[in-house]
């Protein structure tokens, strides 16, 4: 399986008529993807509960809306997030349990309605996530998760990614074009171009391949890492300042790269190995990510679906004045 990049869907969420608005913009996204009326329809009464429930317990917040391709279809992603200051989470997995005394639906029955249902709440705030596929479609979840937005909601982002699989290896790249806007995102996806054709070839070759097909673009900072289950190693090449960890519950390991631009000026590209990662959280982020945080600061979050960490880390460290992109995988056995 062989997928890149595609921006989310972001809905403000700061008064009741948006309601209405996220559930019929998630009931056409499913719609369009192949998603039939019930499926559909169950993506809807979520979207619609989780609006209303940030607007409930929060009183403004958003609504994340993604499109994720599965072996055989699409999934449709919803993540509410909000900035409140916490809330009973045993209490809101009770079906019917409403914290402003209202009747809900309650997080129970919405994970009930998605295949994909995870939730992190602490006192900074709630990110919940919902993901649909089609009730024909057995396939298991893919556990990574992406979060990544344009500055100032920009059709041009200026920051791409891209994941390659196969039975027992991954492979994945974060690019972020030299500035942003729409000279930016042509760098982007001219690299990631060239790593789509030939994602599991050599880190160092394929950083060359870029470098050479970024020439007449402004350039980027590029990454690379690849993970094979077999070996229980990842190997990791990176030039410039994409960020880049390794995550458990007791520690973090930062990646290293060198310094430079591909497609501008770089002296070396290095493969660095490192070995018994199977059960780490591999998170790989641009500079619109500040990089002073800790993963060991959010009690449980290691331990949370890959796409609730990589919201969870945009919703609290964005620096608000670039693009940004946050790649969070979970290096366990991956499927075609």
Same mark, same amino acid.
């Given at each position: 399986?062989?997928?890149?990049?595609?921006?989310?869907?972001?809905?403000?969420?700061?008064?009741?008529?948006?309601? *209405?608005?996220?559930?019929?913009?998630?009931?056409?996204?499913?719609?369009?993807?192949?998603?039939?009326?019930?499926?559909?329809?169950?993506?809807?009464?979520?979207?619609?509960?989780?609006?209303?429930?940030?607007?409930?317990?929060?009183?403004?917040?958003?609504?994340?809306?993604?499109?994720?391709?599965?072996?055989?279809?699409?999934?449709?992603?919803?993540?509410?997030?909000?900035?409140?200051?916490?809330?009973?989470?045993?209490?809101?997995?009770?079906?019917?349990?409403? /914290?402003?005394?209202? @009747?809900?639906?309650?997080?129970?029955?919405?994970?009930?309605?998605?295949?994909?249902?995870?939730?992190?709440?602490?006192?900074?705030?709630?990110?919940?996530?919902?993901?649909?596929?089609?009730?024909?479609?057995?396939?298991?979840? $893919?556990?990574? *998760?992406?979060?990544?937005?344009?500055?100032?909601?920009?059709?041009?982002?200026?920051?791409?990614?891209?994941?390659?699989?196969?039975?027992?290896? $991954? /492979?994945?790249?974060?690019?972020?074009?030299?500035?942003?806007?729409?000279?930016?995102?042509?760098?982007?996806?001219?690299?990631?171009?060239?790593?789509?054709? /030939?994602?599991?070839? %050599?880190?160092?070759?394929? $950083?060359?391949?870029?470098?050479?097909?970024? *020439?007449?673009?402004?350039?980027?900072?590029?990454?690379?890492? @690849?993970?094979?289950?077999?070996?229980?190693?990842?190997?990791?090449?990176?030039?410039?300042?994409?960020?880049?960890?390794?995550? %458990?519950?007791?520690?973090?390991?930062?990646?290293?790269?060198?310094?430079?631009?591909?497609?501008?000026?770089?002296?070396?590209?290095?493969?660095?190995?490192?070995?018994?990662? /199977?059960?780490?959280?591999?998170?790989?982020?641009?500079?619109? $990510? @500040?990089?002073?945080?800790?993963?060991?600061?959010?009690?449980?979050?290691?331990?949370?679906?890959?796409?609730?960490?990589?919201?969870?880390?945009?919703?609290?460290?964005?620096?608000?004045? %670039?693009?940004?992109?946050?790649?969070?995988?979970?290096?366990?056995?991956?499927?075609?």
């Amino acid at each position: 399986m062989n997928f890149g990049a595609r921006l989310s869907h972001v809905l403000r969420l700061d008064d009741s008529s948006q309601v *209405g608005h996220a559930r019929r913009t998630a009931q056409k996204l499913a719609e369009e993807h192949g998603f039939d009326e019930g499926d559909a329809g169950r993506v809807a009464l979520v979207a619609t509960e989780l609006a209303s429930n940030v607007l409930k317990h929060a009183g403004r917040g958003e609504l994340h809306l993604r499109v994720l391709p599965r072996p055989t279809g699409f999934a449709i992603e919803l993540l509410a997030v909000d900035r409140a200051q916490g809330f009973d989470l045993q209490a809101c997995l009770t079906d019917g349990y409403s /914290s402003r005394g209202t @009747q809900g639906i309650g997080l129970g029955a919405i994970a009930r309605q998605a295949q994909v249902f995870d939730v992190h709440a602490d006192e900074k705030g709630a990110v919940v996530l919902a993901r649909f596929h089609t009730r024909e479609d057995k396939a298991p979840d $893919l556990r990574v *998760g992406i979060s990544q937005h344009s500055l100032h909601d920009d059709p041009a982002c200026g920051d791409t990614w891209h994941l390659a699989i196969r039975d027992g290896e $991954l /492979s994945a790249l974060v690019v972020d074009g030299l500035g942003h806007g729409i000279e930016a995102e042509r760098a982007a996806k001219a690299g990631a171009a060239v790593f789509a054709a /030939s994602a599991f070839d %050599d880190p160092v070759s394929l $950083l060359a391949d870029m470098h050479h097909a970024m *020439g007449a673009t402004r350039g980027a900072a590029v990454a690379i890492a @690849q993970y094979d289950r077999r070996q229980d190693t990842l190997g990791f090449a990176g030039v410039g300042n994409i960020g880049a960890c390794l995550v %458990d519950h007791e520690r973090s390991r930062g990646l290293a790269s060198h310094p430079g631009i591909v497609g501008g000026q770089y002296r070396k590209a290095q493969v660095f190995d490192y070995a018994q990662v /199977s059960g780490s959280v591999l998170v790989m982020y641009s500079d619109g $990510l @500040q990089s002073r945080w800790k993963i060991q600061d959010y009690p449980g979050l290691a331990s949370r679906h890959p796409a609730v960490i990589a919201t969870v880390l945009h919703r609290d460290f964005c620096r608000g004045r %670039d693009d940004v992109t946050v790649l969070v995988i979970h290096l366990e056995p991956f499927h075609d």
